[in-house]
């Protein structure tokens, strides 16, 4: 009793949430679908921050909002000749995770599992080649892995994979429905504040 006492004390010292800011990469395949039409993604950099919430030493619950631009482009009948048409777009992930962790003394590998929202706005720039676009948003499912490395009880450094199952947009354009699913790819690294 008194050694279940004294770990659950312990356990009670420790910070049991942390903050965490990241920069990504952002990259999703070439997808071939109905109607004769290609979604690719030019790829892109991007930002990530992080809330997670220790519910036991190994079980964590996680929010997440990032951002990221880049440019999609859209092959059909119609254009492929010339090369498609860009729509520049802005996308955002608002996601919730179940993260299970390990603790091997300064290293802590995770993976999670998790749901959310991605939500894709067109720029209406000069990367934009066509202007009747429209917004789009969609439920993603999110999963990924990596490993954390304490540099200290309050910082701790996290390298992930982290990978969302989404339906490609269209931004509106019905010759752009793709009407297929794909696994839009994010790796990132950052610092994590414990408190």
């Known amino acids: 009793g008194v050694l279940m006492l004294s770990a659950a004390a312990g356990y009670a010292q420790e910070s049991r949430q942390d903050v965490s800011f990241s920069g990504a990469g952002y990259f999703g395949p070439t997808v071939h679908g109905a109607g004769d039409v290609d979604v690719s993604n030019t790829g892109a950099l991007g930002l990530v921050t992080s809330y997670r919430y220790m519910v036991t030493p190994r079980s ?18 119609t254009n492929r ?26 290293y802590s590998p995770f993976a999670e599992i998790g749901v959310g929202t991605l939500i894709f706005t067109p720029v209406l720039d000069n990367l934009t080649q066509i202007i009747s676009t429209k917004g789009s948003k969609g439920v993603a499912g999110l999963f990924g892995g990596g490993l954390a490395y304490e540099l200290s009880p309050s910082f701790d450094i996290r390298v992930e994979y982290r990978g969302f199952v989404t339906k490609a947009p269209s931004f509106g354009q019905p010759n752009f429905n793709a009407n297929r699913y794909e696994v839009l790819s994010m790796p990132v690294i950052g610092v994590a504040y414990h408190f």
């Open 60 to 77: 964590a619950l996680e929010v997440n909002y990032s951002f990221v631009q880049d440019q999609f482009r859209f092959l059909d009948s």
């Open 81 to 106: 000749g010339s090369g498609g048409t860009r729509i520049h777009s802005r996308e955002q992930e608002i996601s919730g995770a179940y993260v299970y962790s390990l603790n091997l003394k300064r």
